[in-house]
């Protein structure tokens, strides 16, 4: 069976990081993704899954990111089913381990890039054949 999932979204928090004893990093972080409206128009309930990320998308996550930051992730999805010992109640947590991590960045505007790139027609000239 093929489990592969993309997701775009914004972290809901800042990535928390931690190395093992070799020196390998993990990254943890929520993604919030989403859903759009439905053929009424009615907006869909946001989802939220838990990420973990290794090596360079671990430093990537840790570097490059912050609460709010839009990312887009692929892997594969796992589910974990605890059972609370307080109420009994059993709960349906789904995590994303990644194999890569893409940061959206915005471009910075640059009100001078405008002003600077605006066309100039060239000046007509009564000795052009054109």
């Known amino acids: 069976m093929f489990n592969h999932v993309i997701f775009k979204g914004n972290l809901v928090d800042?990535?928390?990081?931690?190395?093992?004893?070799?020196?390998?990093?993990?990254?943890?972080?929520?993604?919030?993704v989403y859903n759009g409206k439905d053929k009424n128009g009615e907006q869909r309930q946001s989802m939220f899954f838990d990420i973990v990320a290794f090596?360079?998308?671990?430093?990537?996550l840790r570097d490059l990111t912050q609460k709010g930051t839009p990312i887009v992730v692929s892997g594969r999805?796992?589910?974990?089913?605890?059972?609370?010992?307080?109420?009994g109640q059993t709960y349906v947590n789904k995590r994303v381990v990644c194999d890569n991590v893409s940061v959206c960045v915005r471009p910075q505007q640059?009100?001078?890039?405008?002003?600077?790139?605006?066309?100039?027609?060239?000046?007509?000239?009564?000795?052009?054949?054109w």
Request: proline fraction near 4%.
């Open 55 to 60: 090596g360079r998308n671990a430093e990537q």
């Open 110 to 129: 640059n009100n001078n890039y405008a002003a600077q790139t605006q066309y100039q027609a060239p000046s007509q000239n009564a000795a052009s054949p």
């Open 14 to 32: 800042n990535v928390k990081t931690s190395q093992n004893a070799q020196g390998n990093l993990s990254a943890f972080g929520k993604i919030g």
């Open 77 to 87: 999805l796992e589910e974990d089913t605890t059972v609370s010992q307080s109420n």
